[in-house]
T-cell receptor, first 113, second 114 residues
Framework: DADVTQTPRNRITKTGKRIMLECSQT?????MYWYRQDPGLGLQLIYY???????NKGEISDGYSVSRQAQAKFSLSLESAIPNQTALYFC????????????FGSGTRLTVV | DAKTTQPNSMESNEEEPVHLPCNHS???????IHWYRQLPSQGPEYVIH???SNVNNRMASLAIAEDRKSSTLILHRATLRDAAVYYC???????????????FGKGTLLTVNP
């Protein structure tokens, strides 16, 4: 099993629909992140959480919300999806105690039509 | 936030060394230099990081300039599996202390020719 699991892997949704992307991890890391990647571009940070009670906005949080349900679970919601939210979404984790870098999930490809 | 500058793309031949440069002239004294790579259709993968001294691990080496304004990721023998986008990133300390987040740029697309 992957250390960081994202579901679904692919999703097509209609404009205006609410959609949730889920992320779970088995690494025991305290920090979790959601990134978005558009074709040919780098990753942009949407939200990050340093522990269960800590949620912070990233560079592009408008139109998104998150929930840290447990240390191992961090979900991203699009309240009313729009076409320019079509992108590849990545969840990542890291550990306060050791600086060994981030572990990323395999991504969710979201298409809003 | 301190920024990095990388070439958009580089090419290499299989089994030859590759030197991927990164400029970070505005780096602060406590910024760590991180390198990640992203293989096609995958999430980014941690490669290596360092502060002042050169670093080696099983994947690569990191050479850091004495003034820390630039660094180079070295792949000693490129393979076809090393074809990826390589990101050079400075640690961005949020919240002080040991909390930090990483800001990704566009990276360098490395093509490895057989």
């Amino acid at each position: 099993d992957a250390d960081v699991t994202q579901t679904p892997r692919n999703r097509i949704t209609k404009t205006g629909k609410r959609i949730m992307l889920e992320c779970s991890q088995t690494k025991g890391h305290d920090r979790m992140y959601w990134y978005r990647q558009d074709p040919g571009l780098g990753l942009q940070l949407i939200y990050y959480s340093f522990d269960v009670k800590d949620i912070n906005k990233g560079e592009i949080s408008d139109g998104y919300s998150v929930s840290r349900q447990a240390q191992a679970k961090f979900s991203l919601s699009l309240e009313s999806a729009i076409p320019n939210q079509t992108a590849l979404y990545f969840c990542a984790t890291s550990d306060t105690r050791v600086n060994h870098g981030y572990t990323f999930g395999s991504g969710t490809r979201l298409t809003v039509v | 936030d301190a920024k990095t500058t990388q070439p958009n793309s580089m090419e290499s031949n299989e089994e030859e060394p590759v030197h991927l440069p990164c400029n970070h002239s505005t780096i602060s004294g406590t910024d760590y230099i991180h390198w990640y790579r992203q293989l096609p259709s995958q999430g980014p993968e941690y490669v290596i990081h360092g502060l002042t001294s050169n670093v080696n691990n099983r994947m690569a080496s990191l050479a850091i300039a004495e003034d820390r304004k630039s660094s180079t990721l070295i792949l000693h023998r490129a393979t076809l599996r090393d074809a990826a986008v390589y990101y050079c990133i400075l640690r961005d300390e949020a919240g002080g202390g040991s909390n930090y987040k990483l800001t990704f740029g566009k990276g360098t697309l490395l093509t490895v020719n057989p």
